[in-house]
């Protein structure tokens, strides 16, 4: 589960946590962070590339061997190879258990007919004193009925030895405004 919520032109507050259900019920990777666009370029419908930053606070969960607080910070470069939009992105932190890390990834995004995108990613994450968890995902995403609704369905293959083998996933995201209907500045 993942709320954005946009706090001032180009920031938004980001909070999110997921569920496992493999055996029991996990709380897991719970953070809030403040994510920013540093330059604006083509995801803000201008020439260039969009360079975003993002500082999280990754909150305890119910993993044992997390309940403590870390922290991570990502930088976000996005540009366009025609027809494909590329998402690159590199950081680190310390992660709940107190143990330094590095992540990255490389995302693309090729539209294939009207509000349907094919879409590839390989990332990964290193974790002092751990191996690897690299893998990489093929999926789709439909904007159905309007540019405030969105599906996606991906399966993604583990290329390390630490990465699970196989994990499907399915997501919905759809946007709305808190504004007054009746609305607007005074």
């Known amino acids: 589960m993942v709320l954005n919520y946009g ?3 180009n ?3 980001v909070g999110e946590f997921r569920l496992d259900v493999s055996p029991d019920v996990d709380i897991t990777d719970p953070a809030l962070s403040l994510k920013g666009v540093v330059r604006e370029g083509v995801l803000q419908d201008k020439p260039g590339l969009s ?3 993002e500082g999280s606070l990754l909150l305890p969960s119910t993993v044992t061997g997390e309940h403590a607080v870390g922290f991570e910070a990502v930088g976000i470069v996005s540009g366009r190879l025609a027809p494909v939009t590329l998402h690159v992105n590199a950081g ?3 992660d709940r258990a107190g143990r330094a890390f590095g992540v990255w990834g490389l995302i693309g995004e090729l539209p ?8 590839g990613e ?3 994450e ?5 191996r690897p968890n690299n893998s990489a995902l093929l999926g789709i995403v439909w904007q159905p009925t309007s540019r405030n609704l969105f599906l996606d369905a991906g399966v993604r293959h583990g290329i390390s030895s630490a990465a699970p083998d196989w994990q ?9 405004s808190l504004a007054s209907a009746r609305g607007g500045s005074r």
């Open 7 to 9: 706090v001032a032109p």
């Open 11 to 13: 920031l938004e507050l």
């Open 51 to 53: 360079v975003a930053i």
């Open 92 to 94: 680190g932190g310390v």
């Open 112 to 119: 294939l007919h009207g509000k349907v995108r094919l879409v």
């Open 122 to 124: 390989v990332n990964g």
């Open 126 to 130: 290193s974790i002092e004193r751990e």
């Open 168 to 176: 499907f996933t399915v997501g919905l995201t759809f946007g709305f």
